[in-house]
């Protein structure tokens, strides 16, 4: 299902998006018309548009599509909110824009999500402080990983600092604390709210030799909780350490936004 402006898309507006591709997104699971920080993905969603279009977003607006497209839904759905100019030309994208919203649903993985292998790759994404539909290097980085045996893929910049996943931030566990890297990434909702829910957190640079000093490792977005990482590379890391129990009742127990 997917709506522009809370009605259905004509054919050429998704032309559009796909041969432009100028534009940002946020992603959220919807449980029963609740979201877990919804705020925070409607404060992304404007911040970005004034950034990436030079224009504002009402967060109401915003939010009316969400509950229309939601309206005949029950249960766990993946929403996604994508902001984008129908009109802009790849001739002339320093046109003065128009951001139109657009709503689509897909159905939602079961929680909690199955352990992934991953395989570092030296890559930084464009602009990684914005959640923005240039995916191409990415989906490219987690195709080859996927060919080689494995489930997805980690970044590490060119001084072998650990950043973030294809789609995900990473997180690991030390013994003491769970770690974030802290420099290169895009700083996702579901991160966010679990450094504010769990005490014993810090963000740090984690270099790719630190990762033996780690006992665990998992994988964070709004679609997937906390996801086990059980590989990375040749290292392998437990998929049933204390720790992911305990980040998902944290997590569990953040109060839901309802549409």
Not at 26 to 34: K, L
Not at 109 to 114: A, E, I, K, Q
Not at 192 to 203: E, M, P, S, Y
Request: net charge negative.
């Amino acid at each position: 299902m997917a709506e522009l402006n809370g009605e259905p898309v004509p054919p050429d507006a998704l032309q559009a998006l796909g041969l432009v591709n100028y534009g940002h997104f946020t992603t959220m699971r919807v449980e029963d018309q609740c979201v877990r920080g919804l705020s925070h993905h409607l404060d992304r969603l404007a911040r970005d548009c004034h950034l990436i279009f030079g224009a504002d977003l009402d967060r109401e607006r915003v939010r009316d599509h969400v509950r229309h497209a939601l309206r005949d839904t029950r249960g766990s759905t993946v929403v996604r909110v994508t902001v984008f100019d129908p009109d802009l030309e790849l001739g002339h994208p320093g046109a003065e824009a128009h951001p139109q919203v657009l709503v689509t649903l897909r159905p939602a993985v079961p929680l909690p999500p199955s352990p992934i292998r991953v395989r570092t790759v030296r890559y930084q994404r464009d602009l990684p402080a914005v959640k923005h539909v240039g995916l191409f290097g990415p989906l490219r980085s987690r195709r080859e990983a996927q060919l080689a045996g494995f489930d997805d893929v980690l970044f590490v910049d060119s001084t072998s600092f650990v950043t973030e996943g294809a789609t995900w931030n990473v997180g690991f566990y030390d013994g003491e604390r769970v770690v974030w890297p802290s420099d290169g990434i895009l700083p996702g909702i579901t991160m966010r709210l679990l450094q504010q829910v769990h005490d014993q957190t810090i963000t740090a640079p984690v270099n790719l030799a630190d990762l033996a000093t780690m006992q665990a490792a998992f994988a964070t977005n709004a679609a997937i909780g906390a996801r086990p990482i059980t590989a990375i590379d040749g290292l392998t890391l437990p998929g049933d350490h204390p720790i992911f129990e305990l980040l998902r009742k944290e997590y569990e127990q953040i109060p839901a936004e309802t549409i």
